[in-house]
């Protein structure tokens, strides 16, 4: 099934550097998610972008939704040791039905090692 | 206030045997979806019920088979088990009563089946 490219794979940090990934996909969403994910756990929803150009803060925490609506990034600022896990970018696009639509399509993730 | 429960946590199968995993939704939610985690891989949609119906099924062939209960808990059949199987199965929960399109997914911490 199709996936979003997210990069970087993986990246180690120290203790209180900042952080920056991203997402790009070749078709348009309408809503870019991204989800924090630790082992044994399911994803946790971080930040939920829904138009295109949207800045949003979640604490040390802020995500962009890009203009083109096809790319978006993550940006963690003066990051822990509490922040380790992988990080999951997903899009949504609106349904044709009314409903909602529930099938989001998830990058294949960043793995973030902090180093205290 | 539970949030999503799947069961079993672990499940160990043979190839061409059956499986059936089991979800119950956040308290409130009437939506429930599956996704398949590979190993290293992002989430994959397999399908979404509502209202003990199934709205929409991502790209997995008809092996893969579930069922939503009146209570709004929900069942995955996979059928045939094949060696590729093997993922973390992941069950989300919703709400479709407000449908603002802003619906947000929370997951389970997954089953995990082997398959040998």
């Known amino acids: 099934g199709q996936q979003l490219n997210q990069s970087p794979q993986s990246m180690f940090i120290q203790e209180g550097e900042d952080v920056s990934m991203n997402c790009t996909s070749s078709s348009i969403f309408n809503t870019w998610l991204w989800y924090k994910q630790e082992p044994g756990e399911g994803p946790v929803l971080l930040i939920a972008l829904y138009k295109a150009g949207e800045l949003t803060s979640n604490g040390r925490l802020t995500a962009q939704f890009g203009i083109t609506r096809k790319d978006s990034f993550l940006n963690i600022s003066a990051s822990i040791p509490s922040d380790v896990g992988i990080y999951f970018c997903a899009g949504r696009r609106d349904s044709n039905s009314g409903g909602s639509n529930y099938k989001l399509t998830f990058g294949k993730g960043t793995l973030l090692t902090v180093n205290p | ?116």
């Open chain 2, 1 to 116: 206030d539970a949030g999503v429960t799947q069961s079993p946590t672990h499940l160990i199968k043979t190839r061409g045997q059956q499986v059936t995993l089991r979800c119950s939704p956040k308290s409130g939610h009437d939506t429930v979806s599956w996704y398949q985690q590979a190993l290293g891989q992002g989430p994959q949609f397999i399908f979404q019920y509502y209202e003990e119906e199934e709205r929409q099924r991502g790209n997995f062939p008809d092996r893969f088979s579930g069922h939503q209960f009146p209570n709004y808990s929900s069942e995955l059949n996979v059928n045939a088990l094949l060696l590729g199987d093997s993922a973390l199965y992941l069950c989300a929960s919703s709400s479709e009563k407000v449908r603002t399109g802003r619906e947000k997914l929370f997951f389970g911490s997954g089953t995990q089946l082997s398959v040998l």
